[in-house]
């Protein structure tokens, strides 16, 4: 597609549900980066995949946070048991290499989640 | 760790100019990036500097010092769409990720 493409785009989840959010990157890049962003705040980072590889998880703020990207392209972050404190933005981003010089990071729009 | 900082809010008047400020201490450098968002919407990539000096695009232009840790983006001829959070972001040496700091809330009013 022509953007990062995210969905749901809103998700309300009673509390203890678990979600499943989904990220379609654009077409051939490498790296894929999740992040959280909350009310007012910048984007925290969860975790990063090169490929099908997920190179850093330092980010996840739990063991109830799970992230794959099975063929390196499209990614899920799934959250287990879900707290209030899991309510913000999920942001997932892509980049066509690795890093280095000048990479453009592309945003999807994020997918909205409110546990209540 | 990394530690970006940034002000809150700052607004300026519409056809002014205006200087957002980021200073960051980082351990290694890989790069920093510039992003607009607004509200409600995906952040969108502005600028990246990784060597010293000033990139100039059209109305907005990133300057850096690597040696002070600061980095700043200069918005000209300021238009009411440019009412948005800036959002600075620091790559750590050796790493991919970028870390992002708590944004500048901009608004221009008449």
């Known amino acids: 597609g022509a953007g990062v493409s995210q969905s749901p785009r809103y998700k309300v989840a009673k509390r203890g549900q678990d979600v499943a959010l989904r990220c379609d990157p654009i077409?051939?890049?490498?790296?894929l980066f999740w992040y959280q962003q909350a009310l007012g705040q910048g984007p925290e980072f969860l975790t990063y995949?090169?490929?099908?590889?997920?190179?850093?998880k330092s980010g996840l703020p739990s063991d109830r946070f799970f992230a794959e990207r099975p063929e390196g392209s499209v990614s899920t972050l799934k959250i287990q048991r879900t707290q209030q404190e899991d309510s913000a933005v999920y942001l997932c981003?892509?980049?066509?290499?690795?890093?280095?010089?000048?990479?453009?990071?592309?945003f999807g729009e994020g997918s909205w989640l409110t546990v209540v | 760790g990394q530690n970006i900082d940034q002000p809150t809010e700052m607004t300026a008047t519409e056809g002014a100019i205006v200087q957002i400020n980021c200073t960051y201490q980082?351990?290694?450098?890989?790069?920093l990036f510039w992003y607009q968002q607004h509200a409600g919407e995906a952040p969108t990539f502005l600028s990246y500097?990784?060597?010293?000096g000033l990139e100039e695009k059209g109305r907005f232009s990133s300057f850096l010092s690597r040696s002070k840790g600061y980095s700043y983006l200069l918005l000209k001829e300021l238009q009411m769409k440019d009412s948005a959070s800036y959002l600075c972001?620091?790559?750590?040496?050796?790493?991919?990720?970028?870390?992002f700091g708590r944004g500048t809330s901009l608004i221009v009013h008449p």
């Open positions: 995949f090169q490929n099908e590889a997920q190179l850093d």
């Open positions: 980082t351990s290694g450098f890989n790069g």
């Open positions: 077409s051939g890049h490498v790296s």
């Open positions: 500097n990784v060597l010293d």
């Open positions: 972001a620091v790559r750590r040496g050796g790493s991919y990720i970028p870390t």
């Open positions: 981003a892509s980049s066509p290499n690795t890093g280095g010089s000048g990479n453009t990071i592309y």
